[in-house]
């Protein structure tokens, strides 16, 4: 098995990533039933949620084998707290859906915390001990614990999946970026509930020689795990 210090580098656009597993963490954001499934979040805001379900097998593919290289994994949930004090009116309030955050749904309460719909989806469900981040906004570092997580982790990389691409986990990266850590996205990893705002996406994050970050296929990604894996002794 890896010992987790052999340095990887992949094709990626806009040039070749480097990353080691022990210095990098795998941040999934908000495979969650709401966006997923019908009857959630996603679907209530008037998307086709059928769409996203496509990268969940090349989601679990990497996952199991960032796993098994023994890489920090970090799940996000985009989630409220019951009484919705950590949801701004503006968020509730903004639109038409045909329920809003914190209505009843077929799922239970719409975006809101420890509900049926606000749950991982099973096929990406987290272990005990790795580290799962509610977040109450579209930012995976706004108002949560998980810039300092990272630091006392050692983390300096981050690998990206999830959804919404131009959403949430354009978002997430953003803030990454300005914090210092080198992101690459997962291509198809991530959907959007519109393909060209997911093509737009990737193409705006990775120019500008890589102005926010990184984009590849998983493959190279499972290449290089395997690779390494494949190189330690056992
Ligand atoms: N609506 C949409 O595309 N996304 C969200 O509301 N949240 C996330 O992306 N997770």
Known sequence: MSTGTDIMQIPANPFPFTFEVATTALVIIDMQRDFIEPGGFGETLGNNVALLAAIVPASQAVLAAWRTAGGLVVHTREAHEADLSDCPPAKRERGNPSLRIGDEGPMGRILVKGEPGNQ????????????????????????????????QAGIKTLLFMGVTTEVCVQTSMREANDRG???????????????????????????????????????????ALAQAAGAQPH
């Open 181 to 223: 850590y080198d992101c690459l996205l997962l291509e198809d990893c991530t959907e959007s509930y519109f393909p060209h705002f997911k093509a737009a996406a990737l193409e705006m994050m990775s120019a500008q020689g890589a102005i926010v970050g990184w984009t590849a296929p998983s493959a190279p990604v499972l290449a």
């Open 120 to 151: 991982i989806i099973a096929e990406l469900a987290p272990l005990a001990g790795e580290i799962v981040i509610d977040k109450p906004g579209k930012g995976a570092f706004y108002a949560t614990p998980l810039s300092s997580l990272l630091q």
